[in-house]
């Protein structure tokens, strides 16, 4: 059960205007992202608000390519972007949360 005080070290993984897109500068629509703890292929769950809302693993895209991801600031991530035939559009590692979505000044911080 998380608590508010575990709500304290979260922060958004991306920036919660990000916009994923295709070749063609249109919104990745039908796409998704997946998230995991940097260097390994450890799946991590994420949260799409404040409230406890639990994002799927296969965190799907808005129909303006954006989507809100929320993780706890004291790990760092890869996160992968897929379009809908599965195709991996775009992937960043080492994704430190706080940072919206800028690569972790520090490499891992805890794995």
Same mark, same amino acid.
């Not at 809100?68 to 994704?95: H, I, Q, T």
């Given at each position: 059960?998380?608590?508010?005080?575990?709500?304290?070290?979260?922060?958004?993984?991306?920036?919660?205007?990000?916009?994923?897109?295709? +070749?063609?500068?249109?919104?990745?629509? &039908?796409?998704?992202? !997946?998230?995991?703890?940097?260097?390994?292929? &450890? %799946?991590?769950?994420?949260?799409?608000?404040?409230?406890?809302?639990?994002?799927?693993? %296969?965190?799907?895209?808005?129909?303006?390519?954006?989507?809100?991801?929320?993780?706890? +600031? &004291?790990?760092?991530?890869? =996160?992968?972007?897929?379009?809908?035939?599965?195709?991996?559009?775009? +992937?960043?590692?080492?994704?430190?949360?706080?940072?919206?979505?800028?690569?972790?000044?520090?490499?891992? %911080? !805890? =794995?």
């Amino acid at each position: 059960m998380i608590n508010a005080d575990d709500m304290q070290s979260w922060a958004y993984l991306l920036a919660p205007t990000f916009q994923f897109v295709n +070749s063609a500068g249109r919104p990745l629509t &039908e796409g998704w992202i !997946e998230v995991y703890i940097a260097g390994t292929d &450890e %799946k991590y769950i994420t949260y799409q608000n404040f409230d406890f809302a639990q994002n799927p693993f %296969k965190i799907p895209l808005g129909s303006d390519g954006r989507v809100v991801v929320l993780g706890d +600031s &004291e790990l760092a991530y890869d =996160v992968y972007a897929y379009d809908s035939f599965n195709n991996l559009v775009c +992937s960043r590692l080492n994704v430190a949360a706080g940072d919206a979505g800028g690569v972790s000044n520090g490499g891992l %911080k !805890e =794995v």
